[in-house]
């Protein structure tokens, strides 16, 4: 596609269920990022991917989060046990990482909501 | 990863010219800085990169003075459209497979 896609655009799910966040990254983009972002702040970084493998996940907060991009192009960010906190909007960036100056590309989000 | 600082928020008018200002004093040799838009229920949007001096492109031109310890956004003769956060990140370039930072930003508001 032209863009980073990210599915579902809307998620709401009850407290301590699972979820699951798809993001199609642009094609040939060997970088792949995931952030989170709570009304009224900034993105919060939680992973980065650089082809297949995490190159940092420091971001991600817990053990509940945990992020996969097994053929190094769509990824998804999986939320176990979910709480209210984890209530937020899930952006996915990607790079093309052959140039020393280069931007990262965001999608449009998921706007994750536990009740 | 270098720390920045800039205003939370800034009002202007229509067909004015913007500037913002981001501190970053503990920039190092091999970081960047770039310049993120993010409008209203989507994601950031790149605007300008750069290492030093002025860079320039059709939506802004961004100042680095010589010691990098600070930038400036110039916005030229903005329009309601611009209204939006405006983040300020510093780092090494992407190739260097390293995680983009932001901040909490600065809410730019223009009126008519």
């Known amino acids: 596609g032209a863009g980073v896609s990210q599915t579902p655009s809307n998620k709401v799910t009850e407290k301590g269920k699972y979820v699951e966040l798809r993001c199609d990254p642009i094609?040939?983009?060997?970088?792949l990022y995931w952030y989170r972002q709570s009304l009224g702040q900034g993105p919060e970084f939680l992973i980065y991917?650089?082809?297949?493998?995490?190159?940092?996940d420091s971001g991600l907060p817990n053990d509940r989060f945990f992020a996969v991009r097994p053929e190094g192009s769509v990824s998804t960010l999986k939320i176990q046990r979910t709480e209210r906190g984890d209530s937020a909007v899930y952006l996915c960036?990607?790079?093309?990482?052959?140039?020393?100056?280069?931007?990262?590309?965001f999608g449009q989000g998921t706007r994750l909501t536990v009740v | 990863l270098a720390k920045t600082t800039q205003p939370i928020s800034m009002d202007s008018y229509e067909g004015q010219e913007v500037n913002i200002t981001c501190s970053h004093n503990?920039?190092?040799?091999?970081?960047?800085i770039t310049w993120y838009q993010q409008f209203p229920s989507q994601g950031p949007r790149f605007i300008i990169q750069g290492y030093k001096t002025k860079v320039t492109n059709e939506v802004a031109s961004l100042f680095i003075p010589a010691d990098r310890k600070s930038s400036t956004l110039s916005l030229p003769r903005v329009s309601l459209s611009d209204t939006a956060v405006y983040y300020c990140?510093?780092?090494?370039?992407?190739?260097?497979?390293?995680?983009?930072?932001f901040g909490s930003g600065t809410r730019l508001s223009i009126r008519p």
């Open positions: 990140l510093v780092g090494p370039p992407y190739s260097s497979a390293s995680k983009i930072i």
């Open positions: 960036a990607s790079s093309l990482e052959d140039s020393m100056n280069t931007e990262a590309f």
């Open positions: 503990n920039i190092a040799t091999n970081d960047y």
């Open positions: 094609s040939g983009h060997t970088a």
């Open positions: 991917f650089q082809g297949t493998g995490a190159a940092d």
